[in-house]
């Protein structure tokens, strides 16, 4: 959400429930230099935008800045000193600008704003990257694999490694997703799949929204989930991918608990798995890869350690 002064005030635009899907018919059909547009709705205010043409490059800057706190938009900047890039960011300047004069005048938008809602009146750019095609987990680890979650990145990240990504009716990526459908298709899942991995989006909506009791919440949905996988016959390993404390409400570098469990692990004397206490295990200070080395090697799938 912009003001008139194209000060963002909110990168959320309150959180849209459904009116994402509706909202992005809006911007399809642009052209820009010769360039074809296409912007495809995800989850609450997310989307994905893809630029499809010639002389394009991913080496340019962010639009968004981020912030939790009222900025300009950004204007998109190559970083490299290469004709493409130049190009490029010009497009998604003209983009994000082109997007503020229709998304300010949508219907939609118009109604939340009446209802005292934020409308979500332009989009704000991050991450350019290019599609490039990558080895799938099947064909690299050698186990299947299958993918429970709610929010379309997390889907889409799997089903780019070659996993399987049912339709889990309930699981919605916000605070009021269906826990127990989402154990239920993991259980269901695990009957099928040697590798599956649940996905749990709340906790962090929640954080960044400096929404204690939306968090308490999800932390309660977790405790649930874990109970019931916790009785099938598989290892259960619990951690993520950062930390978003409440105190700063975004990201941190703060490290993540991890917990494997199952028959054969080893056990130590933690009780309690939070940042601190979990700190005392004997796992260590595992990196992202290393944890990953160790699912795989626990699954009998990896190389030989040493001669």
Do not use: W
């Given at each position: 959400?912009?003001?008139k002064n ?6 959320r635009?309150g959180?849209?429930k459904d009116?994402?899907a ?13 360039v074809?547009?296409i ?5 609450e ?7 499809r043409?010639?002389?394009?490059s991913p080496a ?6 981020h912030?939790?706190?009222?900025f300009?938009?950004?204007e ?27 998304l300010?005048s ?6 939340r ?5 934020l409308?979500a009146?332009i989009i ?13 987990l ?8 299958c993918?429970?979650a ?13 996993m ?7 699981a919605?990526g916000r ?6 459908a ?6 269901e ?5 040697d590798f599956v991995?649940v ?13 204690l009791?939306g968090?308490?919440?999800m ?14 016959d ?5 951690t993520a ?7 700063i409400r975004?990201?941190?570098s703060?490290?993540?608990p ?15 798995f939070?940042e ?6 004997c ?21 030989m350690v040493?001669s």
């Open positions: 959400t912009v003001d194209l000060q963002v005030i909110d990168r635009a959180r849209l009116e994402g509706e909202l992005a018919k809006s911007l399809q059909g642009m052209r820009v230099e010769g074809e547009v912007f495809l709705p995800s989850t205010h997310r989307g994905t935008l893809v630029l043409g010639n002389g394009l340019i800057s962010d639009t968004d800045s912030s939790s706190e009222p300009p938009v950004m998109s900047k190559p970083e490299e000193n290469t004709e493409e890039a130049k190009r490029t960011a010009r497009i998604v300047n003209k983009v994000v600008k082109e997007s503020k004069a229709i300010s949508h219907p939609l938008n118009k109604k704003e009446e209802e005292g809602k409308p009146n704000l750019t991050r991450g350019a990257g290019i599609y490039e095609k990558v080895e799938s099947e064909d690299r680890y050698g186990f299947s694999s993918c429970i709610g929010s379309a990145l997390y889907k889409g990240v799997a089903k780019y490694v070659g399987e990504v049912p339709h889990v009716e309930g919605t605070l009021d997703t269906d826990i127990e989402k154990a239920e298709a993991a259980r899942a695990l009957r099928k799949f991995f996905h749990v989006k709340g906790a962090d909506n929640a954080s960044h929204d400096g929404n009791e968090k308490l919440l932390v309660e949905k977790v405790n649930r989930l874990a109970e019931i996988l916790s009785k099938e598989a290892y259960l390993i619990i991918d950062h930390s978003t404390p409440l105190s975004r990201h941190s703060d490290p993540v991890v917990l494997i469990y199952g028959d054969g692990t080893r056990r130590d004397k933690v009780q309690s939070d601190v206490s979990v700190s005392l295990g796992l260590g200070h595992l990196t992202g890869i290393e944890l990953n080395r160790t699912i795989v090697d626990l699954m009998g799938c990896g190389h040493g």
